[in-house]
T-cell receptor
Framework: GAVVSQHPSRVICKSGTSVKIECRSLDFQATTMFWYRQFPKQSLMLMATSNEGSKATYEQGVEKDKFLINHASLTLSTLTVTSAHPEDSSFYIC?????????????FGEGSRLTVL | AQTVTQSQPEMSVQEAETVTLSCTYDTSENNYYLFWYKQPPSRQMILVIR????KQQNATENRFSVNFQKAAKSFSLKISDSQLGDTAMYFC????????????WGLGTSLAVNP
C-alpha cells in the first residue's frame, strides 16, 4: 500500500515557540493532504485540507494563523503550530489519498505527539 | 448532513472468539463509501475494510467482514478468531465525493482482546 511518513513522532517545546510537523507521501504524489487533531481516546478532528500549490482550506473553528499549513510540493505538506501553548498539546495526524486510490481511502502518517510545556 | 454513530465506546472479547462492532450512519446520498479503520496503540491508522454502497455483496478481508444493510444504514464489522493484535480503537467512516472529499468519522470503539 501507499506510504505516508510523518516527522517528528514526538516533540516537546516551550510555550511561545513554534513547531513544524512534516508529512510526506513516499511513493505517490498527493495533491491533497488532510491534517487531523486527536485528543486522548477521541475521534479524529479534521483541522484543514492541504492543497498543493494553493491555500489550505480550514475547518470552522480552526485558527489559520495558529496552524499554518504549507503544501509546497506534491509529496510534502507541513503544519506549523505557531506560538504554541499548553492547550495545543495533542496528537496530530496527516493523511493523503493516492490519485489512483479508492475514493475516501486514506493512508495515514504515524502521527506526531506535541507536548507544550 | 452526514453523521456516523458508533454506539459502543468499549468492547472486549476473548482471544479466538468473534466480536461485532456496530456502526450506523445517516445520509441522503445514494453513492458513497464506508470504511473501518483501526488505530492500534502505536497510533498509526490503518484501513481494515471498505464497502462501496452500490455493491450488495458484503466486503470480506480475511478475518474481517462487514454486514452492510443499506436500507437500514448500518455497517457493522465482524472480527472472527480474534487475536491479541486486534486490540485497538476501531473507527467507522463515511465518504462521498460531494462533501469536499472529506471523511466523516464515528467516535470509535475501543476493542480489547483478552488472552
Amino acid at each position: 500500500g501507499a506510504v505516508v511518513s510523518q516527522h517528528p513522532s514526538r516533540v516537546i517545546c516551550k510555550s511561545g515557540t513554534s513547531v513544524k510537523i512534516e508529512c510526506r507521501s513516499l511513493d505517490f504524489q498527493a495533491t491533497t493532504m488532510f491534517w487531523y487533531r486527536q485528543f486522548p481516546k477521541q475521534s479524529l478532528m479534521l483541522m484543514a485540507t492541504s492543497n498543493e500549490g494553493s491555500k489550505a482550506t480550514y475547518e470552522q473553528g480552526v485558527e489559520k494563523d495558529k496552524f499554518l499549513i504549507n503544501h509546497a510540493s506534491l509529496t510534502l505538506s507541513t503544519l506549523t503550530v505557531t506560538s504554541a501553548h499548553p492547550e495545543d498539546s495533542s496528537f496530530y495526524i496527516c493523511s493523503a489519498q493516492p490519485p489512483s486510490g479508492v475514493f475516501g481511502e486514506l493512508f495515514f502518517g504515524e502521527g506526531s505527539r506535541l507536548t507544550v510545556l | 448532513a452526514q453523521t456516523v454513530t458508533q454506539s459502543q465506546p468499549e468492547m472486549s472479547v476473548q482471544e479466538a472468539e468473534t466480536v461485532t462492532l456496530s456502526c450506523t450512519y445517516d445520509t441522503s446520498e445514494n453513492n458513497y463509501y464506508l470504511f473501518w479503520y483501526k488505530q492500534p496503540p502505536s497510533r498509526q491508522m490503518i484501513l481494515v475494510i471498505r464497502q462501496e454502497a452500490y455493491k450488495q455483496q458484503n466486503a470480506t478481508e480475511n478475518r474481517f467482514s462487514v454486514n452492510f444493510q443499506k436500507a437500514a444504514k448500518s455497517f457493522s464489522l465482524k472480527i472472527s478468531d480474534s487475536q491479541l493484535g486486534d486490540t485497538a480503537m476501531y473507527f467507522c467512516a463515511f465518504f462521498y465525493a460531494g462533501n469536499n472529499r472529506k471523511l466523516i468519522w464515528g467516535l470509535g470503539t475501543s476493542l480489547a482482546v483478552n488472552p
